[in-house]
T-cell receptor
Framework: GAVVSQHPSWVICKSGTSVKIECRSL??????MFWYRQFPKQSLMLMAT?????????EQGVEKDKFLINHASLTLSTLTVTSAHPEDSSFYIC???????????FGPGTRLTVT | GQNIDQPTEMTATEGAIVQINCTYQ??????LFWYQQHAGEAPTFLSYNVLDGLEEKGRFSSFLSRSKGYSYLLLKELQMKDSASYLC??????????WGAGTKLIIKP
């Protein structure tokens, strides 16, 4: 089946630094990738949708200059959290969908802790 | 606006059956998903319904009525490992996934 990986699985960083999270589709071409954020005991919140080769579409309330998304190839999307603050601490999950499929395949998630 | 409703929490007994309901109001409909999510983990796919009726997959079944904007997930022969959150999500006319808040299912021995 379709496999999506994320790296790193967890990261601790200091306030003010930047963190990059990678999302890769391992056995299919992901024309669309989605980035979600999930706070404890809450549902998934879509942050942005990215299509290969074009700029990401951000959801209302998500700062595009703070959460930089790059979908440079059909198998890789990156999310960079710039100038991280403790309130950015969350579980970040990516998902990917190929043009032939209706389903989104989820990565295992990245737990970010900003100290 | 777009809205998906499901109960916040449910409790059931090991070995029993539980039905988790989901109602939706979205701009267009291109399918409904059920996902299972254990604490601290990403969601995992359970089922997909795009036509009315019941889809059975082992101990889990999912039902859809498009005219009523309604779905349910049925879990049989409950096991302790089924304790998790169950997320209902609908694909709208733009093929965007609209997520429910999830139902936390607690299984008691």
């Amino acid at each position: 089946g379709a496999v999506v990986s994320q790296h790193p699985s967890w990261v601790i960083c200091k306030s003010g630094t930047s963190v990059k999270i990678e999302c890769r589709s391992l056995d299919f071409q992901a024309t669309t990738m989605f980035w979600y954020r999930q706070f404890p005991k809450q549902s998934l919140m879509l942050m942005a949708t990215s299509n290969e080769g074009s700029k990401a579409t951000y959801e209302q309330g998500v700062e595009k200059d703070k959460f930089l998304i790059n979908h440079a190839s059909l198998t890789l999307s990156t999310l960079t959290v710039t100038s991280a603050h403790p309130e950015d601490s969350s579980f970040y999950i990516c998902s990917a969908r190929d043009r032939e499929d209706y389903e989104q395949y989820f990565g295992p998630g990245t737990r970010l802790t900003v100290t | 606006g777009q809205n998906i409703d499901q109960p916040t929490e449910m409790t059931a007994t090991e070995g029993a059956i539980v039905q988790i309901n989901c109602t939706y109001q979205t701009s267009g409909f291109n399918g409904l998903f059920w996902y299972q999510q254990h604490a601290g983990e990403a969601p995992t796919f359970l089922s997909y319904n795009v036509l009315d009726g019941l889809e059975e997959k082992g101990r889990f079944s999912s039902f859809l009525s498009r005219s009523k904007g309604y779905s349910y997930l049925l879990l049989k022969e409950l096991q302790m490992k089924d304790s998790a959150s169950y997320l209902c999500a609908v694909t709208d006319s733009n093929y965007q996934l609209i997520w429910g808040a999830g139902t936390k299912l607690i299984i008691k021995p």
